[in-house]
């Protein structure tokens, strides 16, 4: 352990020494006494709980259209007997009931931490996103699956014009829904929305199947369905992979390295900072986390050192996008002859992970 352990909590006599600081720094000092930043700042917990609430709407809404979508398809499928369609209606309503599973993770997100569970529920969004990622998998071996049976056994396609309308829908629908969900999930940095996104637009490009082997089934061609099915299912297996590939990097801590470096350049600036040493970020649901360590002044006061990390903590709050809590960490400069502080904290961190 370091002799300056800094972690962020406030205690209301930290302000006494503000007075001794330069004149424009009071207001800044009281303002943080005021509004206490132990890791989660007012400024950063509604627009958090907002993100929360635009991923439900987003979910409320994507499933009332792919609702009313399955819906219009399964009237053309009672009319037409089309199994081509029946595939693709019934993509359309599993992708609805993924909304399920991603909204009751976006509703747990927003509960408060407990003692049991300290950093609160927003995991519980990746894992709803790995069963979005097992939904897309399902998916594309249905397709697949239904594809090699047509195959095998070519069927003709009955009410080609009313099939290929309802086909249309389900793409427009399936689309739109794609589009929305996309957006909102990146605007928010919900990893599962994006990849429920990429879900939706798999069934969208079942639709497009349905479409094309509508078309060659006109003409004449009784293997154009099964044929574009299969193309189809090499799609779907392509979203598959980037979805996975997302969930996954959400699942293991990855962030992008441009937050990293966005991270170190904002406490560079802060005065008080004469370098930063082991940064971490993390995301937990749609929220991301910094712990950081930094390098001050040896022989400044643990007063001293305390508003520096407040200070960096507020840079990295407002520098950083996404960024909800920061917990910084102050180490001493050594004096002549010590140990680099740089060394030294990769020494910690290297026997943090050996434990």
Do not use: C
């Not at 309503?93 to 993924?98: E, I, N, S």
């Not at 798999?202 to 154009?224: K, P």
């Amino acid at each position: 352990m370091n002799d300056h352990p800094h972690h962020h909590k406030h205690q209301p006599d930290h302000g006494h020494d503000h007075h001794r600081t330069r004149r424009h720094r009071v207001s800044h000092r009281l303002t943080h006494l005021l509004t206490p930043h132990s890791h989660q700042t007012a400024d950063k917990v509604d627009p958090a709980l907002e993100s929360s609430a635009r991923g439900i709407r987003a979910l409320w809404v994507s499933l009332a259209v792919l609702g009313v979508t399955a819906l219009a398809q399964a009237v053309v499928v009672a009319v037409s007997g089309s199994v081509a369609l029946l595939g693709d209606t019934v993509h359309n309503a599993a992708d609805a009931l993924t909304a399920v599973p991603l909204g009751i993770a976006f509703v747990l997100g927003r509960r408060a931490a407990t003692r049991r569970f300290t950093y609160g529920y927003g995991r519980a969004e990746d894992l709803a996103g790995l069963v979005i990622v097992l939904t897309i998998a399902a998916s594309a071996a249905f397709a697949g699956w239904t594809a090699v049976e047509r195959l095998l056994d070519p069927r003709p396609v009955q009410h080609v014009p009313a099939v290929a309308v309802a086909a249309l829908v389900g793409f427009a629908g399936n689309e739109w829904v794609a589009r929305y969900r996309i957006r909102v999930g990146r605007s928010i940095g919900s990893a599962a929305l994006v990849a429920d996104g990429l879900h939706a637009r798999t069934d969208g490009f079942t639709s497009l199947a349905v479409l094309l082997g509508a078309g060659g089934s006109a003409l004449g061609w009784r293997l154009a369905d099964p044929v574009v099915g299969l193309a189809i299912t090499a799609a779907i297996a392509l979203v598959l992979r980037d979805a996975a590939r997302e969930v996954f990097r959400r699942v293991l801590d990855a962030v992008d390295p441009a937050l990293v470096d966005r991270a170190e350049e904002a406490l560079r600036t802060v005065p008080g900072v004469r370098g930063v040493g082991e940064l971490r970020l993390r995301w937990i649901g749609h929220r991301l986390r910094a712990e950081v360590a930094v390098v001050v002044d040896g022989e400044a006061t643990v007063r001293q050192a305390h508003a520096v990390a407040v200070d960096a903590e507020h840079a990295l709050l407002h520098s950083v996008p996404g960024l909800t809590a920061a917990l910084v960490h102050a180490d001493p400069a050594p004096a002549p002859g010590e140990t680099d502080p740089h060394l030294a904290l990769a020494h910690h961190a290297r026997v943090r992970e050996a434990a």
